[in-house]
């Protein structure tokens, strides 16, 4: 691994972020890989899948605060926030990128992409030695040695997706000759994910009109997700208790659509309308 002397402030380094990169050592890695120059949502563009950059991204801080790691060309770096020099920590064939520290500072996780697979690798902060952790969406647990009738429990935390269901199975295998290997399987234990849609409606309208006059309301519905929302039925109320009803067989997460509720002024008195989703 190699220094990275009279490094500057890392708002120097931010502000280069998305210029071309002229440096002859990088010029054989893609800018933008295959998964990323397609069409997708901001979100997952910008923060899931590894990004070429020619300054730090993805600054993630040490528990004690006093030092940052970072991702630049590909790479990772750490780097105390009291010194000008940074030190790579990785230096492989993939992509480093979103480094995180354990609560105790002693590793580091991140995700690599190499041969077109994006897995989660752990670093030693003291020793610079890397190992991988997940292989193939698989987590991987290691033990020197478990003793005889020893029991230990394990815990896999997954984000659910927006539909669908989420399958999983354990595995386990020793150096050692196993005698009975049809317990070293786990049946597959299958969870059903709910989905859920945050339906959200928004409601603008005049705060004056002329007596006699039409004016109109613009009723918004979004789906805030993570779901997609079915059979969205949205009603409006107008002033004199009459309504006007939408239904949206379909709003994916992320979709948002308007209708305009017009009504005609009476002669005095306050107007209200009112707008619901139904799911």
Known sequence: MRPLSALRP?????????MALATPTWADRQPI???IDLPHPY???EMYLPQLTGGPASVAFSPDAREVVYSMAGSLWRQRLDSGVAVQLTDGPGYDYQP?????GRSIVYVSY???ALELWLLDVATGKTKQLTNGGA???NFASLPVGQVTNLTLIVAAPAAGSITNVATVASTNADPNLTNNVTPP?????TPVADVVVLNAGPTNVVAGTLYTNTISVTNAGPSVATNVVVVDTRPDGTTVTNTYP???AGVGTNFIVTYTAPGSGPLTNAAIPLV
């Open 43 to 45: 979100y997952y563009h």
């Open 10 to 18: 890392a708002w120097w380094w931010l502000a280069l972020i998305g």
């Open 189 to 193: 234990v299958v969870t059903g994910v």
């Open 100 to 104: 995180d520290w354990s609560p105790d």
């Open 250 to 252: 379909v709003l994916a």
């Open 114 to 116: 190499q041969a077109g």
């Open 139 to 141: 987590v991987t647990w």
């Open 33 to 35: 890989f295959d998964q």
